[in-house]
């Protein structure tokens, strides 16, 4: 109630029920914590309106399997809200990505985290969702739900996965603080991903190896670097080889130079922006029915299939003594 009496709101809540029963809206978005998303959303779509779901889908996958067949006998919109579709500094990953620069692509690593404490500083992070269990916290849905659906969006859908959850530093959560998983696409490609609750200066970084160099994004820079063997691998006797106007690396004294630097090109930087693209594109949905961006039920499951298939479990030293 304070909440819509600050933003100055001509009509608010506090039950879902009642709101879907009685505030005419033709869509909502359910933003609530991970472990009660399901039921404010069969209240929402049995009333006629169209949802807009955070990600993840649930914190179960047979929870999300269930209400599956609720949404699929319903002809309303039902997106999930993948936002990193939708921030800038991903786009341009994507589409450079798309244009295969470097030809086949053979892994990738993601790096990232942030600590806990700051996420939402003027409040007590222990209470923050993203530190209980019982709401459906941790590292795993809270920040690798994004970053499975990146991969699957960027390299395609994944065959294999495998990872493990730790608690490594001394956050009062009751949670995993970190996250490290490898997995494998049906395009072959293979991915690396750390995450964490612990990074006092928040990381987030996105390296491509392929065939012809690598492509890296620094989203604190700004930045997407690009090496090009085809342009900066030198044959021992170019005499770009021994130019002091590069700055070269050699694996042996007397063999195949290369010039270490890459070609860095400025990326823009998503805030508020990526959510107002996200909340535009559903409803356009809403109003004008297309394409979902392959964003409906199913990329939410196929996320939670994928922390279910990891194996992932707690990984603690005391684990590990016994």
Same mark, same amino acid.
């Given at each position: 109630?304070?909440?819509?009496?600050?933003?100055?709101?001509?009509?608010?809540?506090?039950?879902?029920?009642?709101?879907?029963?009685?505030?005419?809206?033709?869509?909502?978005?359910?933003?609530?914590?991970?472990?009660?998303?399901?039921?404010?959303?069969?209240?929402?779509?049995?009333?006629?309106?169209?949802?807009?779901?955070?990600?993840?889908?649930?914190?179960?996958?047979?929870?999300?399997?269930?209400?599956?067949?609720?949404?699929?006998?319903?002809?309303?919109?039902?997106?999930?809200?993948?936002?990193?579709?939708?921030?800038?500094?991903?786009?341009?990953?994507?589409?450079?990505?798309?244009?295969?620069?470097?030809?086949?692509?053979?892994?990738?690593?993601?790096?990232?985290?942030?600590?806990?404490?700051?996420?939402?500083?003027?409040?007590?992070?222990?209470h923050e969702y993203a530190a209980k269990k019982r709401l459906g916290g941790?590292?795993?849905?809270?920040?690798?739900?994004?970053?499975?659906?990146?991969?699957?969006?960027?390299?395609?859908?994944?065959?294999?996965?495998?990872?493990?959850?730790?608690?490594?530093?001394?956050?009062?959560?009751?949670?995993?603080?970190?996250?490290?998983?490898?997995?494998?696409?049906?395009?072959?490609?293979?991915?690396?991903?750390?995450?964490?609750?612990?990074?006092?200066?928040?990381?987030?970084? %996105?390296? #491509?190896? +392929?065939?012809?160099?690598? =492509? *890296? !994004?620094?989203?604190?820079?700004?930045?997407?670097?690009?090496?090009? $063997?085809?342009?900066?691998?030198?044959?021992?006797?170019?005499?770009?080889?021994?130019?002091?106007?590069?700055?070269?690396?050699?694996?042996?004294?007397?063999?195949?130079?290369?010039?270490?630097?890459?070609?860095?090109?400025?990326?823009?930087?998503?805030?508020?922006?990526?959510y107002m693209n996200e909340l535009k594109y559903f409803m356009d949905i809403?109003?004008?029915?297309?394409?979902?961006?392959? %964003?409906? #039920?199913? +990329?939410?499951?196929?996320? =939670? *299939? !994928?922390?279910?298939?990891?194996?992932?479990?707690?990984?603690?030293? $005391?684990?590990?003594?016994?």
């Amino acid at each position: 109630m304070e909440f819509g009496k600050s933003i100055g709101v001509s009509k608010y809540f506090t039950n879902f029920e009642k709101a879907a029963k009685t505030s005419g809206a033709d869509a909502a978005v359910v933003a609530t914590p991970s472990n009660a998303h399901i039921e404010p959303a069969c209240a929402l779509l049995s009333k006629g309106i169209h949802v807009l779901m955070e990600k993840p889908l649930c914190a179960s996958l047979s929870e999300a399997l269930a209400f599956r067949s609720v949404v699929k006998k319903t002809n309303l919109v039902f997106m999930m809200a993948h936002t990193y579709r939708f921030r800038s500094e991903w786009v341009a990953v994507k589409n450079m990505l798309d244009g295969k620069p470097l030809g086949k692509v053979y892994s990738a690593e993601f790096t990232g985290g942030w600590y806990l404490p700051d996420w939402h500083v003027r409040e007590d992070y222990r209470h923050e969702y993203a530190a209980k269990k019982r709401l459906g916290g941790g590292v795993l849905l809270t920040s690798l739900s994004h970053l499975l659906d990146v991969a699957v969006w960027l390299f395609g859908d994944i065959k294999k996965i495998r990872g493990a959850k730790m608690r490594l530093g001394d956050l009062e959560i009751d949670v995993e603080d970190a996250v490290m998983c490898t997995l494998q696409t049906a395009s072959g490609v293979a991915v690396n991903i750390l995450e964490d609750f612990l990074h006092r200066c928040p990381r987030r970084q %996105l390296r #491509i190896n +392929a065939e012809h160099g690598y =492509l *890296e !994004a620094d989203f604190n820079r700004k930045t997407m670097s690009i090496w090009d $063997e085809r342009k900066k691998r030198f044959h021992p006797d170019d005499p770009e080889a021994n130019s002091p106007s590069r700055s070269c690396l050699r694996i042996l004294e007397d063999g195949v130079a290369y010039e270490a630097n890459p070609d860095v090109i400025p990326i823009s930087y998503s805030g508020n922006d990526g959510y107002m693209n996200e909340l535009k594109y559903f409803m356009d949905i809403v109003t004008s029915p297309k394409q979902l961006l392959d %964003l409906d #039920i199913d +990329a939410g499951i196929r996320v =939670l *299939e !994928a922390i279910n298939a990891s194996g992932i479990d707690d990984w603690t030293l $005391e684990k590990k003594r016994h």
